[in-house]
């Protein structure tokens, strides 16, 4: 238990991380998921070398 009331300005900052982290953490998501689909996804190859003549 708190001895002094939170401000306002508190809260309002609180509820603006939450939100700014959870759109990081979906952003994350989004390229893992991107990343995981593109590399397991049959037609994946590796780009060709050129062999030096």
């Known amino acids: 238990m708190s001895l002094r009331k939170e401000h306002e300005i508190h809260n309002r900052r609180k509820g603006r ?21 593109k590399v397991t996804s049959t037609g994946f190859s590796f780009p060709e070398t050129q062999g030096t003549e």
């Open 17 to 37: 991380n939450v939100g700014v982290g959870l759109l990081l953490g979906g952003f994350v998501v989004l390229v893992l998921a991107l990343t995981m689909v």
